[in-house]
RNA sequence: CGGGGUGUAGCGCAGUUGGCUAGCGUACCUGCUUUGGGAGCAGGUGGUCGUCAGUUCGAGUCUGACCACCCCGACCA
């Protein structure tokens, strides 16, 4: 094993295929773009459907399981739909030893699928809002891949609702945001830009559609949740209709949002340093890690001892922690743990048993403090949560910091090839002026902020006026 | 699917104008000594050199095809 270095623009690349492999989170699976989550990764996924999970269920939708083998014929029904998958299906044509009468898709989204029971589940407008959740895999048949970030196959939660008005399903839409920003701030804290995609960013099929955006260490956006307003195009494809009070029928309105394990590569890559990963304590698998310290048997004794006491006091305060018994240095441990970003270290040394104290070591900031026996949950439970917040604030002024804004083409193409970061600048709103600057700076439209996303001013390309101010950046 | 690159031990790499038993670091196993910021010594395990074909007395090394992965583009959560 050997010491990373700090990630930059340069090798961030290299650090982040390494470390994710070396903290054991991911392997990569023998098909080229699907992975493996060894245990201390799936802990981390495992705590996000938690928080997550019970999130989505406050919010009002339940969790349900539909097929992963979905008929093709169910995803050509909505047109716009199927040009934007067609190029990403995986399509299983032989099974059973024969050719199969219709091709079956490989789920690469459910809408399909789940709004074809939706038209028989939704009769009137007392079967509305129908609301509904799902934890899967999904498979995309991916040109490029990265772990986490992109792959064929990835593990997400999605979400579906239909309404019986308009209203309620952009209601919908807001409180789906806001439960996301929330998760991602204050669960992953990761500062999140929320807002609307351009028409060419949107997902295939929807009226529109809304997202949280991520600023990485290496300067690209992420788009790290999506939440679309479908509008009543599904509605219609799949013929779900519903009698409303006044005895009219009418097509439902419809919603569908979800987070991926995408999310993981983007907490990595907001709180990693150049010694590894730096896990938010809410996320952490473990939280506590204890590292006990001898020198010959006398001591060895007592230190087990102790490690086993405090190791047992932190459980019962339901504190994830876990002591290192293992034959290795010290030295070696600290980077170890270091490495696979657990928050805080705690060292059980002769000395501390002797006085009665243990020392507690952060990863945020790497700072070390003698700690009294007597005060010790109360001292991990605030630095828990001092680590937290400091690591939101963190994120959150290197968003700030590399948030650029100008009304200068020559200014924008400058910054984002040499600063990268997000830049924000005025839009027309023409399809053109965006594929443009996309084809000439390679920068794309992240989402128009619903905080500070609109005004008056002019184009970044054009020139013309224009009332719309996209964030703009590279993106993964 | 276009341009570039790389395939040699779990991981990272070296291997000269074709030559003898394919090497180094690290990891792993055994033993002893060690343990407050990546320990030391000794011994040991581990390879059809990406695949297939060709040239040659002889191929990790040369030729061709194929495959995989990585980087850069087009497409996307």
Redesign the pocket.
Known sequence: ????KKPDRENV?NWY?DIIQQAKLYD?GP???TMVLRPYGFSIWKAIQQYLGAEIEKNGCYDTYFPSLIPESFITKEKEHIE?FS??LALITYAGGEKLSEPITIRPTSETIMYSYFSKWIQSWRDLPLKINQWVN?V?W???????????E?L?HEAHTAHATEIDADEQIKSALSLYKRFFEEFLAIPVITGKKTP?????GAAY?T?CEALLIDGKG???G?VHNLGQNFSKSFDIKFMNVDNNENYVWQTSW?I???ALGGLILTHGDE??LVLPPKVAPIQVVIVP????EKE?TDIQNKTEEVLQTLKLNNIRAESDFR??????????W??RGVPI?I????????NNS??L?RRDN?A?NVVKNDNLIDEINNLLIDIQHRLFNKAQKFVEDNTHYTDNYKDFSDIIENKSGFVSAYWCGDDNCEKSV??ET?ATTRCIPFDNGTGEGTCIYCGNKATLKPIWG???
């Open positions: 094993m050997e010491s990373y690349s295929i990569y098909v080229k773009g934007g190029p990403e999904i995309r991916e040109k490029r891949n990265l772990p986490f970030i992109r792959g064929t990835f997400w060419s960013q949107k997902f295939a559609s997202s992420l788009q790290i999506t979800g991926s394990t995408r010694k590894g310290i001898w020198k010959n060895k034959n290795e240095k010290p030295g070696w441990k600290f980077n170890d270091e490495m270290r060292e059980i040394g002769p000395k501390d048993v002797e243990v020392i070591a790497r070390k996309k084809d390679k590279k993106a993964y």
